[in-house]
């Protein structure tokens, strides 16, 4: 298997780790402040979850907080590689957010929901360039998800109502994009 240019984001002590693991078998793995200038040269983009401070008086405040500075934040980690992305890349949306506050109410399939929601977004906009995204379960090994970077394989952990991530790199993403910008127009 040739070696890979691989980005690896999200919770710092977790990053150095995979980042090890990814240069064990024989990649280039890069931080965010490992990059340079440059498109199209990463194959492969792991963004992992992270621990989010509590912030906020309210359980309300702090629910806003956590999604806000965590999950959503990943919207915008996602946005910023996308031009680096090369046709063919594989882009690993590793579940995990946590909240530093454990009394915290959670909803695990919901944050699930959103990343796929995130895959989605990653394939329409890199439209015609085709990525493989795969959800990747937080509970993964270091060594599970570099096995799924080279594999290309789904997480079986990650089903999403009955079935892995429902749209294929051959789904026309222009539709998703007209769907969704429809619904948003219609809810609001």
Sequence with gaps: MAPMRVLITGSPDRVAALSQCFTEAGDEALTRTDLGPGSGDIQCYVQLGTTVPVRG???????HSFLSDGLL??????????ARLADGAAVLLVAGNQSAETAAPDD?????????????AVRADVAPNRVRVRLI??????????????SGAKDPTTVIGGSPASFTAGSSYEDWRIEVMGLVHVQS
């Excluded at 929901?113 to 995130?118: C, D, E, T």
């Excluded at 379960?137 to 080279?150: K, S, W, Y």
């Design 73 to 82: 934040e990943r919207f915008t980690a996602a946005e910023r590689v996308l």
């Design 137 to 150: 379960n937080g509970d993964r090994t270091d060594a599970e998800i570099v096995e799924f970077a080279h």
């Design 108 to 120: 695990q399939a919901a944050r699930l929901l959103l990343l796929q929601v995130l895959a989605h």
């Design 57 to 63: 008086e309210t359980v309300v405040a702090r629910v």
